[in-house]
C-alpha cells in the first residue's frame, strides 16, 4: 500500500506559481511511476505530467509543456508540481497518483491522493 497526501494548493493570480508537493508512505517510493492528474468542476480527470519510477522518462500535457515541471526527491518521498506562468484554465482539483506501470492514463496508476485545490484569478 502507498499512501499520498498533496499540499501546495490555494489562491493565485494568473501569471502566478505554485508548488504542489505530494508525499508518500508505505513501500518503496522509487518503485513507483509518479502521475500528476487534474479535475476541473463538470470535467474528467486529466493527464498532467507523470515522471517514471526510474525518473529518467518525463511527459506532460501539451496544455501545460514549458510551464509545469514534474520532480521528486527520493530522500523526501515526495514528489512535486511546480507550476509557473499559471493560467485560469489551470483551476482544478490536482491529485497526485503512484503506479507501477508508466503512463498517461488513469488507469495506469493504483494509488491516489485525496487532491489538492488550485485556483487561478484573471
Known amino acids: 500500500q502507498v499512501q499520498l497526501v498533496e499540499s501546495g494548493g490555494g489562491l493565485v493570480q494568473a501569471g502566478g506559481s505554485l508548488r504542489l508537493s505530494c508525499a508518500a508512505s508505505?513501500?518503496?517510493?522509487?518503485?513507483?511511476?509518479m502521475g500528476w492528474f487534474r479535475q476541473a468542476p463538470g470535467k474528467e480527470r486529466e493527464f498532467v505530467a507523470t515522471?517514471?519510477?526510474?525518473?529518467?522518462?518525463?511527459r506532460y500535457s501539451d496544455s501545460v509543456k514549458g510551464r509545469f515541471t514534474i520532480s521528486r526527491d527520493s530522500a523526501k518521498n515526495t514528489v512535486y508540481l511546480q507550476m509557473n506562468s499559471l493560467k485560469p484554465e489551470d483551476t482544478a482539483v490536482y491529485y497526485c497518483?503512484?503506479?507501477?506501470?508508466?503512463?498517461?492514463?488513469?488507469?495506469?496508476?493504483?494509488?491516489w491522493g485525496q487532491g489538492t485545490q488550485v485556483t487561478v484569478s484573471s
Open positions: 497518483a503512484a503506479g507501477v506501470r508508466y503512463g498517461l492514463e488513469t488507469g495506469k496508476y493504483d494509488y
Open positions: 508505505g513501500r518503496t517510493f522509487s518503485s513507483y511511476a
Open positions: 515522471d517514471s519510477a526510474s525518473a529518467l522518462f518525463t
